[in-house]
């Protein structure tokens, strides 16, 4: 439920500490916040999943399960929802993952936003369709929202459009960025996301902005047979004021757990994925909360006994 002094798009985050408010004043902006981690990740079973399912679903692609497994993560991790805008914490009240796409594969070709809203009880199949209809329009060039404002402002004089990107700018600190250019923005998303595997390519590091919403920017790579194994190199960039670096290394961890165990993924985006560690941790909570129960039932009894 919405409270007073939440966004339209995100609710305050309250409940932290006063080293994390510190935190926001030595570091303000996204871009001076910014960590990068680069890691290989063994795709083999996620690859063999989905050329079987291709079989049968026409126009799944390597790309939908990417989107897949990084909604699964912004669920079962939500601090990798968070985001930091005027000195202060918020929690998106959605999913939604965006990238930028080009009308055709060609040098000068224009380049469109995209952004893939995924909800609680969407699943791989929900969010390949979702995706591929967003395409089709963009290569249908049925375009408009941010990508027309954009494309408006770019052929102004210079001398109008910078104080119009000003204020902008001052009301997306505010939160109070009209939603018209909001909507399909990639910068107004949980996480970009880059498919550089289409170009041949690594992850890459790249640069946030301290425009939006986004959090972190991740990039996949090509991915590689090795000794009849497939690899993926992926690229993060994230803004470490969301979380500690404890939380970051455990999100790795779940992405890497879900591209070994891809059937995940057909479960719906919002059901927690618990990964073996914390099976073990929840058995272990378990049996002290046992024990502690048989203890007291013992206490009791002397008690009775004592009577």
């Not at 995924?118 to 375009?143: A, M, P, W, Y």
């Not at 107004?188 to 425009?211: P, Q, W």
């Amino acid at each position: 439920m919405r409270k007073f002094g939440d966004r339209r798009d995100a609710y305050r985050v309250r409940d932290i500490n006063g080293f994390q408010y510190v935190l926001f004043d030595f570091k303000p902006g996204r871009c001076d916040s910014a960590v990068y981690m680069n890691v290989d990740i063994d795709v083999t079973e996620f690859v063999k999943f989905i050329k079987e399912l291709k079989k049968e679903h026409e126009g799944l692609t390597f790309y939908h399960g990417f989107v897949a497994v990084m909604a699964k993560v912004l669920y079962s991790r939500p601090f990798m929802n968070r985001f930091v805008a005027n000195r202060k914490m918020w929690m998106h009240k959605d999913v939604s993952l965006a990238s930028s796409i080009k009308e055709e594969f060609e040098d000068g070709s224009v380049e469109c936003l995209m952004v893939i809203p995924v909800g609680e009880n969407d699943t791989l199949f929900d969010i390949s369709r979702i995706t591929k209809e967003k395409v089709d329009k963009i290569r249908n060039k049925q375009r408009g929202g941010i990508d027309g404002t954009a494309d408006f402002l770019g052929k102004i004089p210079g001398f109008v459009r910078i104080p119009i990107i000003g204020l902008l700018k001052w009301l997306d600190k505010h939160g109070w960025l009209p939603k018209s250019l909001m909507d399909d923005n990639i910068y107004y998303s949980s996480a970009i996301l880059s498919n550089l595997g289409t170009f041949k390519t690594n992850g890459i590091y790249h640069n946030l902005t301290n425009f939006g919403t986004s959090s972190s920017l991740i990039t996949f790579g090509e991915v590689r047979e090795k000794d009849g194994k497939y690899f993926m190199n992926l690229g993060a960039t994230i803004d470490e004021r969301i979380a500690d670096g404890f939380y970051f290394c455990k999100a790795l961890k779940l992405i890497e757990y879900i591209y070994a165990h891809p059937e995940l993924l057909l479960e719906p985006a919002g059901k927690h994925v618990h990964m073996p560690v914390e099976e073990k941790k929840d058995k272990k909570e378990e049996k002290k909360v046992e024990k502690k129960k048989e203890n007291n039932k013992e206490k009791d009894k002397e008690e009775i006994d004592i009577v």
